[in-house]
């Protein structure tokens, strides 16, 4: 099946947004900016204090993170996507090799289990400098920064200010390229404050203002994600190293324990279908071919286009009452991998399976 093919399948887009020149020649600048100077600028890491911008606004902000508590589910699979074509960028894989934190199951349940629950918090409190979420950002960028460092010092290359552009993409990119076609409940006005909420969250991690992917209106922040999953993400994606194949198995099948509705093919197809809805006019040749997939796989894939096309679409009445429904499946199983994950203790084991979200090791 080949791309184009999964457009006219999968869903009818909506009109591209029009742009004027002047906004595409912005939008393009910021491109060439980030591939060019964002890729030899180190992340800014060392600040001895960590403060929150000048332009923080505490209204926008929880704005940004009611979005999240109304689409739980909608937003993690958005971000699931996101970590996927992570691991095709070359630069982000080798650090992660490197930190030998996620290159099996059992240590991918423990990283990305961290990883949610940090993002958890950053969406639940208020960024007071005593709050919960101020000491999961610090204990965030001291682990960015430790691991930048190292791998520096192994001669692998520091973390650039375009990996954390990339890195604000897989946790917000689909969100908003997709919003529509996953069932995301939203208004301009949250969506507005959705950026603000990653703006903040960027720039306090490390990324300078300029390189911010969130620092510009809605509609400026959609056109350089789409230009990044064009430039970037896709023609990655489309070669699919061994390192990619490796590290993207850890991933999905360590998130299992979690969701055991993830199925690793089955869910690398899905996020061609959110491709496919972000960038109908491609110019590359991404071939899907779900004819392989075991009749298990087949039905999970299935059964989760049907969820995001027929079930939460917001013009449909019903879809309120399955996006509490999925949510709140996606809030226990977050309940169960903070408190008692026991699918992991069954594949894991007890110890192996135990994981802090404030400490940092190499495996």
Not at 28 to 48: H, I, M, V, W, Y
Not at 121 to 136: A, H
Not at 190 to 195: N, P, T, Y
Not at 348 to 353: A, E, F, H, N
Request: with cysteine.
């Amino acid at each position: 099946m080949k791309f184009q093919k999964i457009i006219c399948d999968s869903y009818v887009l909506q009109k591209s947004e029009e742009f004027e020149q002047t906004e595409y020649d912005a939008v393009e600048k910021r491109l060439q900016l980030l591939l060019k100077e964002g890729s030899k600028t180190p992340a800014d890491f060392d600040e001895s204090e960590m403060t929150l911008p000048d332009y923080y606004d505490p209204v926008k902000f929880r704005l940004g993170q009611n979005v999240f508590r109304k689409n739980i589910f909608t937003m993690m699979i958005a971000k699931l996507s996101g970590l996927l074509l992570l691991l095709t960028v070359p630069s982000i894989l080798d650090i992660l090799k490197f930190t030998k934190q996620s290159g099996n199951p059992c240590t991918a349940f423990r990283r990305y289990a961290a990883t949610i629950l940090h993002t958890c918090i950053w969406y639940k409190n208020s960024p007071d400098e005593d709050s919960e979420l101020f000491v999961s950002l610090k204990n965030v960028r001291k682990k960015h920064c430790i691991a930048s460092k190292r791998s520096c010092e192994a001669g692998i290359g520091r973390i650039s200010q375009l990996d954390m552009a990339l890195t604000q993409f897989g946790f917000m990119g689909f969100t908003l390229l997709c919003a529509d076609y996953l069932g995301v409940a939203t208004n301009d006005e949250e969506l507005d404050g959705l950026l603000h909420f990653w703006r903040v969250i960027g720039r306090t991690l490390g990324t300078e203002e300029r390189f911010n992917l969130c620092n510009g209106t809605v509609k400026e922040s959609k056109a350089l994600c789409r230009r990044l999953l064009e430039e970037i993400f896709v023609p990655y994606y489309t070669k699919k190293s061994k390192d990619f194949e490796e590290m993207s198995n850890a991933l999905l099948e360590g998130l299992w324990p979690i969701n055991p509705f993830v199925n690793n093919k089955s869910f690398r197809i899905f996020t061609c279908h959110l491709i496919a809805s972000a960038i109908p006019n491609n110019n590359h040749s991404l071939d899907i071919d779900d004819t392989s997939l075991s009749l298990y796989s087949k039905i999970i894939l299935y059964l989760q286009l049907f969820v995001h096309k027929h079930l939460l679409p917001v013009h449909y009445w019903w879809s309120s009452i399955f996006r509490a429904h999925f949510n709140n499946q996606m809030k226990i199983g977050f309940y169960l991998t903070e408190k008692f994950p026991f699918l992991a203790y069954i594949l894991y084991g007890r110890k192996r399976s135990y994981f802090n979200i404030y400490k940092f090791h190499f495996d």
